[in-house]
């Protein structure tokens, strides 16, 4: 008879051990760390260098913006009227309805309008960063800016990251004035207010204090917003798939760590 050359005590196919699969995890873990680590000291240096795309910085500027108004308004608007129809009844009852406006604006301002407005950049900017980004890797075409001795990081990267760190705080101002306007709609369903009175009524509640914090962990949520997606697009695999699976990772990515700056943060501004 011919020898059995499927002997089922010695199969091919084994089931990795606990052990080997939590030092393969933990080794895959440090050298995306090292990755991320040599990608922001590159983008870094390069940030501070004489060839600063200018033209590219206003065309990712006008995209970041016209991409995002539409649907920032659309949900500062509803934010300002759930937020005002939410909280009016409780107030009602204690007898302190003129107290609403100042704060739905500070509630506003201070986090529903900068973290808000990020995750929505995060899922409309990122992923498009991220998908533009990685189609160009599987084309080849940064390949191409590499052997003609065009540095990809100048045109690609630094124009991106800045246009996004530039845009989400002009974004998010924008989306706090939307979200203060839906507030003024929202009290006009029960009660007649004046649009001067609501304003009165809400900026007197508004201190430096609520705004100055809330602007500058903007800026952080779009250096982040930028980093990731272009990270994610730039190490893209050469497969037509991981254009899909960068715009995804640089969602979910962004979005956890936008949770995360905006936690310090917070933690930060309860100390002054």
């Known amino acids: 008879m011919p020898k059995n050359l499927y002997n089922s005590d010695e199969s091919t196919l084994k089931t990795p051990s606990f ?3 939590i030092k393969d995890k933990s080794v895959s873990f440090f050298i995306d760390i090292s990755n991320v680590i040599e990608y922001l000291k590159t983008v870094m240096k390069n940030l501070f260098t ?3 795309e ?8 006008y995209q ?8 920032i308004s659309i949900t500062g608007i509803i934010v300002g009227l759930v937020l005002t129809i939410q909280s009016r009844p409780p107030l009602v009852e204690f007898g302190a309805v003129a107290m609403l406006p100042g704060m739905v604006a500070i509630s506003i301002i201070r986090e529903m309008g900068p973290v808000i407005t990020a995750l929505i950049c995060a899922g409309k ?3 498009s960063m991220g998908a ?16 003609s001795n065009t540095n990809p990081i100048n045109f690609l ?10 845009m989400i705080p002009l974004l998010t101002l924008y989306a706090d004035a939307i979200g203060i306007f839906g507030s003024w709609l929202g009290i006009n369903i029960k009660d007649n207010v004046s649009l001067s009175l609501f304003i009165n009524q809400a900026f007197s509640q508004v201190e430096f204090i609520d705004v100055f914090p809330a602007v500058i962990k903007s800026f952080f949520f779009g250096a982040v917003i930028g980093l990731v997606g272009c990270y994610k697009g730039y190490n893209a695999g050469r497969g037509t798939e991981s254009v899909g699976i960068a715009a995804n990772s640089a969602v979910v990515t962004s979005s956890l760590l936008l949770i995360i700056v905006d936690l310090i ?8």
Do not use: H, Y
């Open 132 to 147: 533009e980004l990685g189609s160009m890797r599987v084309t080849e075409q940064i390949d191409a800016m590499e052997v």
């Open 265 to 272: 943060a917070v933690q930060i501004t309860d100390l002054f």
């Open 125 to 127: 900017i990122g992923s």
């Open 64 to 71: 970041i913006g016209n991409k995002s108004v539409g649907l």
């Open 157 to 166: 990267i630094i124009p991106r990251v800045l246009a996004a760190t530039v």
């Open 54 to 61: 200018f033209q590219e910085f206003l065309k990712q500027c």
């Open 50 to 52: 004489k060839t600063f």
């Open 19 to 21: 052990i080997t699969l």
